[in-house]
């Protein structure tokens, strides 16, 4: 996979950004992988936000996000979006896709195979 996140950018306290995460080279589709969305803040240990399972569409949410968040997909684009509402400034990080292709996920974030770069999310309160 080649993941690329974007959407990021500036927000304030309790707006909305969506977040997208694109595989370049489109193996998503039709894949049983796990797709998930973790964040870190510098000085801070990498944290678990969301997955979603391919082939079911099942989905797991951190509590800090869960009822704000929501992760899905779209698997003609090979795609995965996370639109994050009700923003906090606790949310402030850089956000980053992983895939997990034998199928797994979970929230640990050396299960997955795959790492985008990253998209900066900055909410202002």
């Not at 489109?26 to 082939?55: M, Y």
């Not at 979006?81 to 992983?98: F, G, H, I, R």
Request: hydrophobic share 30%; glycine share 10%; with cysteine.
């Amino acid at each position: 996979a080649q993941l690329v996140e974007s959407g990021g950018g500036l927000a304030q306290a309790g707006d909305s950004l969506r977040l997208v995460c694109t595989d370049s080279r489109r193996t998503l589709s039709d894949s049983h992988c796990v797709v998930g969305w973790f964040r870190q803040d510098p000085g801070k240990a990498r944290e678990f936000v969301a997955s979603i399972n391919w082939r079911d569409d099942s989905t797991d949410y951190a509590d800090s996000v869960k009822g704000r968040f929501t992760i899905s997909r779209d698997n003609t684009e090979n795609t995965v979006y996370l639109q994050m509402n009700s923003l906090k400034p606790e949310d402030t990080a850089v956000y980053s896709c992983a895939v997990d292709y034998a199928g797994y996920g979970g929230r640990n974030f050396e299960i997955y195979d795959f790492w985008g770069q990253g998209t900066q999310v900055t909410v202002s309160s």
